[in-house]
């Protein structure tokens, strides 16, 4: 009788143990229930659309950053002369030095290519704020680039136009004034890219005087430049005023004239590109 009892006892506490633990079941699976199909379905729809979402807005930006016109930007001499020669344009016999450090202002003393820089740099900064890319050939004064290296370097860096920045200087104190270079269209160097750069040069210079009120000097047609003949995109070389003039050689080197100068020629680059706009829809 006794062994029954013990029997009896132990089955119903095995019973209250069974119970326990289906109940100690429910309530995890209660506090962490499963997804179902249908929400994991949806969770991994949702993941799979923000993907799509994040690839569009690259592909998109990418495609921005492809449309966007580069400017390079060639502040003129440099620290070190380079007195070696090398020829001004593919094919040709004729030489010239690879590089000088340029003119000196008659009353700041400055060196040309110091005030080239500086104004170079601010230039680059008004054009990104415009949308365009830059690409700078020099950003500092001691380099060794040669005349013809800086046009080879904005061919290759996929420039659409290039940029020379400069100061001018004769032997006429009363000399003043801003004006732009540019090939011939009969240039045996780049003749294809004559056109445009003539356009380019016009561009530049009438925006360039309007914003600072300097006398404008116009385009000057030349096939004698190195930094022009090696180019293959539209080129012009801005001489941005004359620092054998006393009043102008200040100007040149007075942070805020600079800055009129590099909006000036900001203004040009505007001016280039919405004329070609027009020629394309007259097309």
């Not at 002369?81 to 030095?97: F, H, L, N, R």
């Not at 003119?103 to 060196?111: A, H, L, Q, S, Y």
């Not at 680059?269 to 020629?279: A, L, N, P, S």
């Amino acid at each position: 009788m006794k062994k029954i009892w013990k029997i009896m006892i132990l089955c119903m506490i095995f019973c209250f143990f069974c119970a326990g633990c289906s109940n100690d079941d429910e309530m995890i699976s209660e506090d962490h229930p499963k997804p179902t199909t249908e929400k994991r379905t949806e969770i991994i729809k949702q993941k799979t659309t923000q993907k799509k979402n994040e690839v569009t807005v690259d592909q998109e930006q990418s495609k921005q950053q492809e449309d966007r016109i580069k400017i390079a930007i060639d502040a003129g001499h440099q620290k070190k002369q380079m007195s070696e020669k090398e020829a001004i344009g593919p094919g040709s016999d004729k030489t010239k030095p690879m590089v000088s450090s340029g003119t000196e202002g008659i009353v700041t003393k400055r060196t040309e290519y110091q005030v080239n820089l500086e104004v170079s740099l601010k230039l680059k900064s008004a054009l990104i704020a415009r949308g365009y890319d830059v690409y700078m050939i020099r950003e500092t004064n001691d380099v060794s680039l040669s005349n013809k290296k800086r046009a080879l370097m904005a061919n290759e860096s996929g420039s659409d136009i290039l940029l020379r920045i400069h100061c001018n200087s004769v032997d006429s104190q009363s000399a003043n004034g801003a004006l732009t270079m540019s090939p011939t269209l009969s240039n045996p160097y780049c003749r294809s890219i004559a056109a445009d750069s003539q356009e380019l040069s016009e561009c530049v210079v009438s925006t360039l005087c309007r914003r600072t009120g300097a006398v404008n000097r116009g385009v000057t047609q030349t096939d004698e430049m190195t930094g022009i003949n090696w180019s293959k995109i539209p080129v012009t070389i801005v001489e941005m005023g004359f620092m054998s003039n006393p009043e102008e050689d200040q100007k040149l080197s007075d942070n805020h004239y600079q800055s009129m100068l590099a909006e000036g020629i900001a203004d040009g680059v505007d001016r280039y590109y919405e004329r070609r706009g027009e020629e394309n829809e007259e097309k």
